[in-house]
Structure formats: C-alpha cells, structure tokens
C-alpha cells in the first residue's frame, strides 16, 4: 500500500466541469509535487510546493489551479479542460525538496479522463 | 536542457533471460534514481546511487553509477514476470533543482 493516498482513482469530465483531485500523506514531509503522465511515458512535473508555499509551477496553464490548504494535503482543481488534459495525475511527497538524494514517494495516480 | 536518455525504449523477453537498460546524460548528477512503476500504480523507488563507480544489488537487480557519474544501468538476471512494468531513472537538476525522469524503457517479460 502507498503512503500517499490519492483520490478519486478516476475520474471522467466533461470540458465545463469542475472537479478536484486530492492527495494525502502523513509521513511529515514538507515537500509535495504534482505530476502529469502520458501512457508509457515518464511523469512530467507540474507544480511544486515546499512548506506549504508554491515554489515551482512549470508554465502550466491556469485551468489546472493548485491549493496546498495543510502540510498533509494537496489539491489540484480542475475547470475547462480539453481533451489533451487525459492523461494520469500523480501526487508525490518528500521530505525536503532541496535534499539531494532522497526519494519521492508517489500515490497511484488519477486517472483522468476528459470528454 | 538537462536529459536524461534510456535505452532500450521498449524491451520484450521470456521468463528467465537477462537484461540491462542504460541512463546517459551529458550532465553530471551528485546522485541518480531508479524506479520502477507497475501498470495501474505510482513509481516506487528501486535505488539511490551517490557515488562515481557505485554498484548496488537488489536481489536480481544490479545497479551502477558510471565513473563520471554522468550515467547509470540497471541489469536484471533470470527476468520474471513480476519485473514488467517501467523503469525510470531520474537525477535532480536545472536551477530549481528538480528531479528530472529519464525517457523511460517499458519492460515486458513473457512467462
């Protein structure tokens, strides 16, 4: 079982909808990361937040709006999307986001798909 | 640009045989990673390697750190089912220092 608890599992939406991904992790960290994977591909960061501050958004557009509201959680709200925004969203946490070395650890992803 | 590159992308074999895929870079990383993510979940690390020449086992698994610390391989002996999935190595890099993951090499090992 993974430490970083993500829900929904998947999630289908239609382009007007608004919905919310939720990512969850008790293990302390202070740094946690939102991804975005294509199939087969490798994750692609999207956003970073380090003691519950945004430090990195890697030029994502604004449909996708992350929210940090505790050291334990994490939300990615989602509003008019397209289709190309089908992909599986992974949340990961580490420790420190500076640390060199250490891991990141990942929930199983939501699978989104967007119709 | 910093990139990480594997090889072979894609990979098909029988239960049993021996494998290895490759992580090269033109950067230099103080530490690189391997993980491994199975269908239908997240990536789980397999390995940290920190040092120039480093080699690392994991039951079946062999991992090494190039001397310049510039690449990595992973090499699987007697592959199993249960070793599909895909492999990512990753390093921290750029200015914001984040990880950056390999292309990726999706391993299928047919019993």
Known sequence: DTEVTQTPKHLVMGMTNKKSLKCEQHMGHRAMYWYKQKAKKPPELMFVYSYEKLSINESVPSRFSPECPNSSLLNLHLHALQPEDSALYLCASSQDRDLTGQPQHFGDGTRLSIL | ?111
Do not use: M
């Not at chain 2, 594997?6 to 029988?14: A, D, E, K, V, W």
């Not at chain 2, 979940?41 to 080699?55: A, D, N």
């Not at chain 2, 990753?90 to 292309?103: E, P, Q, S, V």
């Open chain 2, 1 to 111: 640009t910093q990139l990480l590159e594997q090889s072979p992308q894609f990979l098909s074999i029988q239960e049993g045989e021996n494998l290895t895929v490759y992580c090269n870079s033109s950067s230099v990383f103080s530490s690189l990673q391997w993980y491994r993510q199975e269908p239908g979940e997240g990536p789980v690390l397999l390995v940290t390697v920190v040092t120039g020449g480093e080699v690392k086992k994991l039951k079946r698994l062999t991992f090494q750190f190039g001397d310049a610390r510039k690449d990595s391989s992973l090499h699987i002996t007697a592959a199993q089912p249960g070793d599909t999935g895909l492999y990512l190595c990753a390093a921290r890099g750029g200015a914001t220092n984040k990880l950056i993951f390999g292309t990726g090499t999706l391993l299928a090992v047919q019993p």
